[in-house]
């Protein structure tokens, strides 16, 4: 159940893109399409904001987008805002539990 | 709109036990699986606990295993966390949660809490 791997801090500049990756094994990311994607403000409980890898739940971007290759997720947020900034987690289902998470990856928005 | 409601957070003691409970309203809550996260305080979010949409199957993280146990009521619309044995380091602010099932597994969490603040401390 060793946590998923994502840096700990990206920053950009408003209008850019930036992507954080989200490293795990073949028994997690890398051998099942349910990679999910969440966003957290302080003091705030998380929101979903891409499943099955690259899925929009209802309501959310499109700046937003996820894809995977290998053993690596990515996500991509383009047309970077300051309301962007933001702790970011990846998470993916595994062989030996339903549900582990990256360490997370604080987004500063310059 | 889904709602997920936790209540039962608090001061326990070293070695004590608590009961979170998890109300949950806006959606057919016997269908679908559920979970508790929880997150220590400035860390990340770590899952804890899943339970399937008929209650048949339990999942734990390692950690908790034999300490914790995962139920739901679902004439209640409600899920519980009965935590024993608590340590320090269970202090952590616990998420409900509602998850998106597929067919091989778990495909994310689409409806959180707002969370509950367990502190384990003498």
């Known amino acids: 159940q060793s946590a998923l791997t994502q840096p700990a801090s990206v920053s950009g500049s408003p209008g850019q893109s930036i992507t954080i990756s989200c490293t795990g094994t073949?028994?997690?990311?890398?051998?099942?399409?349910?990679v999910s994607w969440y966003q957290q403000h302080p003091g705030k409980a998380p929101k979903l904001i891409l499943y099955d890898v690259n899925k929009w739940p209802s309501g959310v971007s499109n700046r937003f987008s996820g894809s995977k290759s290998g053993n690596t997720a990515s996500l991509t947020i383009s047309g970077l805002q300051a309301e962007d900034e933001a702790d970011y987690y990846c998470?993916?289902?595994?062989?030996?539990?339903?549900?582990?998470f990256g360490g997370g990856t604080k987004l500063t928005v310059l | 709109e889904v709602q997920l409601l936790e209540s039962g957070g608090g001061l326990g003691q070293p070695g004590g036990s608590l009961r979170l409970s998890c109300a949950a309203s806006g959606f057919t809550f016997n269908n679908y699986a559920m979970s508790w996260v929880r997150q220590a305080p400035g860390k990340g979010l770590e899952w804890v606990s899943a339970?399937?949409?008929?209650?048949?199957?339990?999942y734990y993280t390692d950690s908790v295993k034999g300490r914790f146990t995962i139920s739901r009521d679902d004439s209640k619309n409600t899920l519980y966390l009965q935590m024993n044995s608590l340590r320090a380091e269970d202090t952590a602010v616990y998420y409900c949660?509602?998850?998106?099932?597929?067919?091989?597994?778990?495909?994310?969490?689409?409806?959180w809490g707002q969370g509950t603040l367990v502190t384990v401390s003498s």
């Open positions: 339970i399937g949409g008929s209650g048949i199957k339990t």
């Open positions: 998470s993916s289902y595994t062989s030996s539990s339903p549900v582990v």
């Open positions: 949660a509602k998850v998106i099932t597929g067919a091989t597994g778990a495909r994310g969490i689409d409806s």
């Open positions: 073949s028994s997690d990311i890398g051998g099942y399409n349910y």
